[in-house]
């Protein structure tokens, strides 16, 4: 058995990042830029009024003293003439400073009768000028790799980046095992239950970046593996549920290293998702690479955002890591762990982090209700209420 990190490093050298493709601006969010973006424009282009008032000579501005108005600046249309001594323009948030002009009085600090201003006693020190190329200048860039947030695609949009390079999405097929298993809306035997972790995971891939092809269920056959297994060929990351224990009915492993699997590692130590397994295929599925979950719908939540979430960030060219932790405090004693790290259900309040009474994989009702998986490296020491933790968001 080996630890989460080693897991993951044999994950992480498994993932190679795939190629790339060339997308609208409107469709990179969520997307791994993997080109350097580069601003074509200054931002701002101009000097511009930072506020709404009256743009003049700063060394006029003083209490009492009065100006002609001379003209407006609006934006997107700015005052073609130069402001000289003893004159001003009305000037508005985002329109160019008039030559000549060195700061913006605002205008709640004048009073105006038709072309006159006078300056009020509530004079500021301004000068309200948004100086050119503050935000960026012509030539700077967006710096690939960057998983794109929202507030980039503004960035990206302000430099004037139409079109950016990015990660292709990598295709996910979702091979879900199990005699047991129907799908949602289906009318299950008394035996039977609904397929819902293969769903859970299939909205997580997407989250992070991927494309999922769910293939028909598979049975616990070796017939119905081998079939199924077929239909994953061409994807980038096979994706098995289920099956992967000791029990006579566990068939993924066996029959996908009949099909040239290679195996790196077959269980980890944590809890839950021991038996987990990851691999590459032959030749005659593309090389892809596999890795099997654990069929109990917990267990391959927690090992989808643990080790497949890292995963597709790397092979869409991320640098490897963990999934990313958070901290809060605890608001109740926990037991000192055993040797297999623990990725507790807590719920997640703003005073911290309360575990969930029982923690057996097979409750997915409390893991909709966790916002967290406090995790609890191997051995870690019995923890007291206030201490701040580690965990993982969900
Ligand atoms: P297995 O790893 O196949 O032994 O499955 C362990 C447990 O998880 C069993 O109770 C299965 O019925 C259940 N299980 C397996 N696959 C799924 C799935 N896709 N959705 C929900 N439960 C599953
Ligand atoms: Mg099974």
Redesign the pocket.
């Known amino acids: 058995m080996i630890s989460v990190d080693e897991a993951l490093a044999q994950l992480f050298a498994l993932a190679q990042p795939l190629g790339t493709e060339e997308v609208p601006l409107r469709e990179a969010a969520g997307r791994v830029l993997r080109e350097d973006a580069v601003a074509r424009r200054d931002q701002p282009p101009f000097a511009g009024s930072a506020m709404d008032g009256y743009a003049l000579i700063a060394e006029e501005a003083v209490v009492g003293a009065s100006f002609e108005v001379i003209g407006e600046s609006a934006a997107g249309h700015r005052f073609d003439g130069t402001v000289a001594a003893g004159q001003a323009v009305r000037i508005f948030t985002g329109a160019p400073i008039p030559d000549g002009a060195t700061r913006v009085v605002l205008q709640e600090d004048v009073t105006r009768e038709g072309d006159r201003i006078t300056l009020g006693e509530r004079l500021d020190t301004g000068p309200h000028i948004r100086a050119a190329g503050i935000d960026f200048r012509a030539g700077d860039r967006l710096t690939a790799p960057r998983l794109l947030r929202p507030a980039d695609v503004a960035l990206l949009a302000a430099m004037n980046a139409p079109r950016l390079t990015v990660s292709r999405r990598p295709e996910v097929a979702v091979i ?3 005699d ?2 129907v799908l949602p809306g289906e009318d299950p035997g008394p035996d039977q ?1 609904i ?4 769903f859970g995971l299939e909205a997580l891939f997407r989250a992070h970046g991927a494309t999922v092809r769910l293939l028909p269920l598979a049975r616990d056959s070796r017939a119905s593996l081998e079939a199924t297994f077929a239909l994953a060929s061409g994807a980038d990351l096979v994706v098995t ?5 000791v ?1 006579d009915h ?1 068939l993924v492993g066996r029959v996908a290293a009949d099909l040239g699997m290679e195996q790196s590692f077959y269980k980890v130590a944590m809890r839950p998702g021991k038996p987990l397994m990851a691999g590459r295929m032959g030749a005659e599925m593309g090389g892809a690479m596999m890795i099997g979950l ?4 917990v267990s391959a939540m927690v090992c989808g955002h643990v080790f497949v979430a890292p995963v597709l960030r790397a092979l869409q060219g991320l640098p490897p890591a963990p999934a990313p932790l958070s901290r809060a405090p605890l608001l109740e004693d926990l037991p000192a762990n055993g040797p297999r790290a623990h990725y507790m259900r807590a719920l997640l309040t703003p005073e911290g982090l309360r575990p969930a009474g029982s923690q057996d994989s ?1 409750l997915l009702s409390l893991l909709s209700e966790a916002g967290a998986l406090i995790m609890r490296p191997p051995e870690a020491p019995a923890a007291r209420a206030g201490e701040i933790l580690p965990y993982l968001p969900l």
């Open positions: 879900s095992t199990g047991e298993l239950i397929a819902s972790n293969t549920i289920g099956g992967a224990s029990g566990d654990p069929g109990n719908p097979s």
